[in-house]
C-alpha cells in the first residue's frame, strides 16, 4: 500500500502538476504587465495559454488603442504589419463560447476577449483587450443602469471599483472577462495615451511578447 501511495504522489509530482490561477507576462516596450488567468472561466483560460505556448502572440501588436477605453491586440494579421495598413481583422478558424460571470467585470486592467457581433456573443479566438477606462460618478451610473445596461444594477462593490479605479461598466455581461492585470497598470495607461491615426492604431507599434509565468500546486 505505501508503495502504491508513493507512486502515486511520484506520478502526480513529475507529470500532473495542476496549475490555479495561472499568470501570464505580457512584455512590451513600455513596460511589463502580469496578468492573472480567472479558473471561472476555463474555455478562455485553456485556448489563452494554448495560444500563448504556441508563441502565437510574439510579434503582434496593440494594434487598436482609445484613451480612457481600452488597449486591444491579437490579431495574427498585426505581425509585420506595414506602416498604416489597416488591422483588427485577423482570426483563428473557430470561436470561444461567452462565459459571463457576474463577479468578473470591466474594472481596470481586467482583460477580456474581443469579439464581433454575433448573438451567441462568443469571443474571437485570440483577439483580447485590457482595459484602461475611466472614473464614474454615481450619477453617470445611474444613467448607464437605466440606458445601455437596459435596467441592470451594477453590484454596490463594483460601483466602488468603477468610482475609484475607474472602468468600462458598459461592457460587463457582453464581452467576457477572463483575466486581471495584478502588476504594470501604469503600461496600460503610458500605451492608452499614444498618438494614433483614423482607425486608433498607435502611430508607433506596440509589439507584443507573452509568456508563462509557471507556478504549479502539487498535490
Keep these: 500500500m505505501k508503495k502504491t501511495l508513493l507512486s502515486f504522489f511520484l506520478l502526480l509530482t513529475f507529470s500532473g502538476a495542476i496549475a ?3 499568470k501570464v507576462k505580457v512584455i512590451t516596450p513600455y513596460g511589463t504587465m502580469i496578468i492573472r488567468l480567472y479558473d471561472q472561466t476555463p474555455k478562455h483560460r485553456n485556448n489563452f495559454i494554448k495560444l500563448v505556448k504556441a508563441h502565437f502572440y510574439d510579434s503582434t501588436l496593440f ?3 482609445i484613451n480612457t477605453f481600452m488597449i486591444q491586440g491579437g490579431d495574427p494579421e498585426s ?4 506602416a ?3 488591422l483588427g481583422n485577423g482570426d483563428t478558424d473557430y470561436t470561444v463560447p461567452a462565459e459571463f460571470q457576474l463577479d468578473l467585470f470591466h474594472k481596470k486592467g481586467a482583460l477580456a476577449a474581443a469579439r464581433d457581433n454575433n448573438p451567441q456573443k462568443a469571443s474571437s479566438g485570440c483577439q483580447f483587450y485590457i482595459v484602461q477606462g475611466k472614473l464614474w460618478t454615481d450619477e453617470q451610473l445611474d444613467q448607464l443602469e437605466n440606458t445601455r445596461l437596459g435596467g441592470r444594477k451594477i453590484p454596490l462593490d463594483q460601483r466602488e471599483y ?3 479605479t475607474g472602468g468600462t461598466p458598459q461592457l460587463d455581461q457582453n464581452y467576457t472577462v477572463f483575466g486581471q492585470v495584478i502588476e504594470g497598470l501604469e503600461v496600460i495607461d503610458k500605451i492608452a495615451s ?3 491615426d483614423s482607425h486608433d492604431r498607435p502611430l508607433t507599434d506596440v509589439p507584443v511578447k ?3 509565468v509557471r507556478k504549479f500546486i502539487f498535490f
Aim: charged share 40%; proline share 0%; no cysteine.
Design 20 to 22: 490555479k490561477n495561472r
Design 63 to 65: 494594434h487598436r488603442v
Design 79 to 82: 505581425r509585420h504589419a506595414r
Design 84 to 86: 498604416g495598413q489597416v
Design 162 to 164: 468603477y468610482k475609484k
Design 194 to 196: 499614444l498618438k494614433t
Design 210 to 212: 507573452i509568456k508563462l
